[in-house]
């Protein structure tokens, strides 16, 4: 070992026990109260997120009994408080500041179902690192953000809020969202802490319907529900959230087989758990716990460090301790780990240097941040259907832009928008008018979002008979997706579908435009509209990033990060769903005794990674590099793919697997790698994807992880669909 080596080891080394000795130090000169205090998580009464108020904690903070503070989004309420923490505790122990930065905090990006539907990695960093660094400008040090939840039922409103069906997309962006908020140093104060959650399963809550039960097997729960969580840890994210669900019948946040047996035991996590808003009291309504002492002795065992809005910990700890239903021993442990992250975050060298008013004033919103939004809202938007090229339009036509969202701002910003502001956001309206002039569009509202009113359908109809060309904006308010926001249907809500085939009667072409934060039903519109665009919910920018996307200035491509079914009978539908033992077979005549329904087919509308370009992409056939394989080997597969159209563009190449015969039966396919390239017009490129136990592994019958030897399908192509295929064995 050189000299320099041995040195930068014993700095380091140095910092590492100055850090544990300050942690330490502390421990031992706390009182329990101050204990107490490091394990409260309080809401300022700023903002409501759950269903208990908060209130202005100063004197909770002065006495030490709040020993972390959430929604307190601004740097001179921030400084406030922590000068009270630091200067008028006993200890001065620095307050940590939550908050749900989820898709941007002051500059808002895209829904986090339309950052997973970017497929670009790096955007969804760069929009995560944005965000945090606003964020943190405001005296922020952790975020309740990334969302991992798998979500397979969009009548679930928190679909909106996660990056949708699929185990490896989800897994990616889980990595990026983590490298994006923290950095690689989570002291640099343009950083925060980020904090995985819900965990966990909280995304198969039954019937769609939020907080509901999940009752789900633990393969389910290891192959598919976790991964995202461990994909998260393993990039480094410091913090873990609770979910609200049971699981196999235990709450979450008294759940020890979540908590310790995964968490702590398998995983060595050795950071901060939280639990969701409220959800320690609610072991009660579970039926898991006879009172809140009851439920705080269950979540303490469990290793819930943080107790977020119950109180529980507050108002229990101290008789429980006397009555020895806890121990120090539990109680200690989960102060450490709260200390040890503000440690982490540089909070005891200075606790002010997360809020800085001139920073706040010149960082929130720069140009640089809108910029991004706007160029990242592009790269989200599904291009879902495209007659006859009616897309990219061409400015100077006459546009009749109708709908009940056309003029919307505020909805653009979409569920958990921070601190975003409507009033930075430009309408789909007003963005069409920009490039097209005020004097060739003429807009029409049609009808509201979710009423029943019929009568502005009239003067549409008209607007749309003067034009060349209709631009509708239909799709769901930012209210109809998100927490406490599940609906039981997913078809277009109120009369936007009736509006929508009135104006299919004048005979002029159609492109849909839908802002929504779910996938929808869409078989009658797909049936009436020429061309459709799912923009999702896109952020501050969203509004002009649309009219990018429709005028030509961006080529779309993104791909849906969940399929789109037909109808909501088909739900639960995924693309990687098993194959049963009487699949329906491709071109049955009679299919009788097969599984099928008798009045839909089983295929969805628009499946898993789907997304249409402005140009064409064609595929090569499959190029292995072996054809048999060892279970120790990798092979790699390559396709070229060559832009066979007139217009440059990106393509998300995906690859997809299928283990014939396991010891457990596999899904149909699954995703195992993708890659965005970018290429211009004319030209080609290989992608190469390498193969091995990192693709091949999985939960066996013995629920070890492994390759098994044998038979496999592989896949690669432009949606999970349409591939082209080829196969492989391992020996
Ligand atoms: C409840 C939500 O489930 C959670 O995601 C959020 O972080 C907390 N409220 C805090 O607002």
Redesign the pocket.
Known sequence: MNIKICISLLIAVAGLSAHADKVESLLAQMTLEEKIGQLTLL?SKWEI??PVAGKSYVDEVRSGQCGNI??VPKAEYVRQLQKTAVEETRLGIPLLFGY?VIHGYKTIFPIPLGLASSWDMDAVERSARIAAVEAAASGITWT?AP?VDIARDPRWGRIAEGTGEDTYLSCEVAKANVRGFQGNDLSDPFTVAACM??FAAYGAAQAGRDYHTVDMSERMLRDTYLPPFKAALDAGCVSV?TS?NEFNGVPASGNPFLLKTILRDEWKFDGVVVT??NSINEMIAHGSAADQADAAVQALAAGVDMD?MSSAYLKQLKRLLAEGRVTIEQIDRSVRNVLRLKEKLGLFDNPYRYCDEQRERNLHCAAPHLKASREIAGKSMVLLKNEKNLLPMKTGKRIAVIGPLAKAQKDLLGTWCARGDKEMVTSVLDALIQVNGSNRVEFSEGCGVTNNDITGFAGAVAVARKSDLVVMVLGETAGMSG?AASRTSINLPGVQTELLREIKKTGKPIVLVLLNGRPLALEQEAGMADAILEAWHPGTEGGKAAADVLFGKINPSGKLPVTFPRNLGQVPIHYNMKNTGRPLAPAADKPKFQSRYIDSPNDPLYPFGFGLSYTDFQYSEITLSKSEIKPDETLTASVTVSNTGKIDGEEVVQMYIRDLVGSVTRPVKELKGFNKIFLKAGESQTVTFSIGEKELTFLRRDMTWGVEPGYFDLFIGTNSRDVQSSSFSIH
């Open positions: 809401s997120t759950g959430f929604n749900d309740f969302m959650k819900h959230m609200f969701d808003y977020m927490e």
